[in-house]
């Protein structure tokens, strides 16, 4: 239900893109419905064999503060993942050798890494 509505209309729009790199794009977005921030942290990374690319995405809601924060720099966005302390998180894993992405909600601290 999450991922559809983040993919809808009325779902989740970019606020704004924090990082923006080939492999590795954090940005702040917000519900199209009820103005709810979230952390989006995506990472890649090369399949330089079968050119298979795993992908990463994960979905933390935010507070306005911490929005804040990020888009000031006085977050950086790899401590990203501590915000997730104590909180759910909407996580998408497609790795290389998988059909399709594998979506479930997950909670916690997660790591924050740069893909290549």
């Not at 933390?60 to 990020?70: G, K, Q, R, S």
């Not at 909180?87 to 050798?97: A, V």
Request: a negative charge; glycine letters at 8%; proline letters at 3%.
């Amino acid at each position: 239900m999450a991922q559809e509505h983040h993919r809808s209309r009325d779902g989740v729009r970019l606020d704004r893109t924090i990082r923006d790199d080939s492999h590795f794009i954090v940005s702040v977005q917000r519900c199209g419905l009820c103005s709810q921030a979230f952390v989006s942290v995506f990472t890649e990374y090369i399949d330089w064999v079968a050119s298979q690319d795993a992908q990463y995405r994960t979905v933390l809601p935010i507070t306005d503060a911490e929005a804040d924060d990020l888009v000031a720099g006085r977050l950086s966005p790899h401590r990203a993942g501590a915000l997730g302390h104590g909180r759910r998180h909407l996580q998408s894993d497609w790795p290389s050798d998988a059909e399709e992405p594998s979506v479930y909600w997950g909670s916690g601290v997660f790591e924050v890494r740069e893909g290549h």
